[in-house]
């Protein structure tokens, strides 16, 4: 068997790309109707074209972008159907780190997510950005104390193709503010030890964020 010597350095860098590109796009920096080139991420990067591509390629194939007819990429706008098969993506997971929890129903943890809750619902900006941002961290805290390595990167995974219907979405005609206040009672739900009455309650939760969503893209059932 014979097998070309993978080059540590390019993929590093394409890592770096993608993470930058990433989060210009959940910040807003890149816009929804922006199309990327690789040249001209490139030279504005003053790198070699080749990690640029490895890190729009991983970013499609993530359903994050989408190739564009005009050449290059944009942001992938997301269809009703797979706002809504997200979020069934998330209830599943996120089902399972609460299953896990309450049948733990370890103090520490339990204040430990109660403390991310307080922390994170406590922000001094009332901007989209913060809004979600606070509300992933919260969401993630919880998968994460699971002790799962696998449903932490399932949750990344759904995260990050969620950014883009956040983008399209008219959501400064919403209360997104309503989507906090349900999180200490997911808390309790974990604290009665029921592993099946706690993972009805974040899937009842992740449905009514579903119900926002679909309100802030104006989508009529």
């Known amino acids: 068997m014979a097998l070309k010597k993978i080059k540590h350095e390019r993929q590093r860098l394409a890592d770096i790309v993608y993470d930058q590109l990433l989060e210009a796009i959940q ?12 040249e001209k991420l490139a030279e504005e990067m003053q790198i070699s074209r080749t990690p640029v591509r490895e890190a729009l390629l991983r970013l499609e194939q ?14 992938h706008r997301m269809t009703n159907s797979e706002v809504k098969e997200l979020y069934q993506a998330r209830a599943a997971v996120e089902g399972q780190a609460v299953r896990i929890l309450a049948a733990q129903n370890d103090a520490e943890k339990n204040k430990a997510l109660r403390a991310t809750i307080e922390r994170e619902e406590n922000i001094s900006s009332s901007s989209i950005r913060a809004y979600f941002e606070a509300n992933r961290k919260i969401h993630r805290r919880l998968v994460e104390l ?15 193709r969620g950014v883009s219907y956040n983008l399209f979405a008219a959501i400064d005609k919403i209360d997104l503010s309503a989507s ?23 899937i009842d939760h992740i449905t009514h ?13």
């Open 27 to 38: 910040s807003g920096t890149i816009s929804s109707n922006e199309r990327l080139v690789q």
């Open 180 to 202: 906090f206040g349900d999180h200490i009672r997911l808390v309790e739900a974990i604290e009665t030890g029921n592993p099946t009455f706690a993972m009805d309650a974040i």
């Open 146 to 160: 699971s002790d799962n390595r696998y449903l932490i990167e399932m949750f990344d995974n759904i995260w990050n």
């Open 209 to 221: 964020g579903l119900e926002l969503q679909f309100e802030a893209l104006e989508v009529k059932d």
């Open 62 to 75: 993530d359903g994050i972008l989408t190739s564009s007819s005009r050449g290059g990429f944009s942001i």
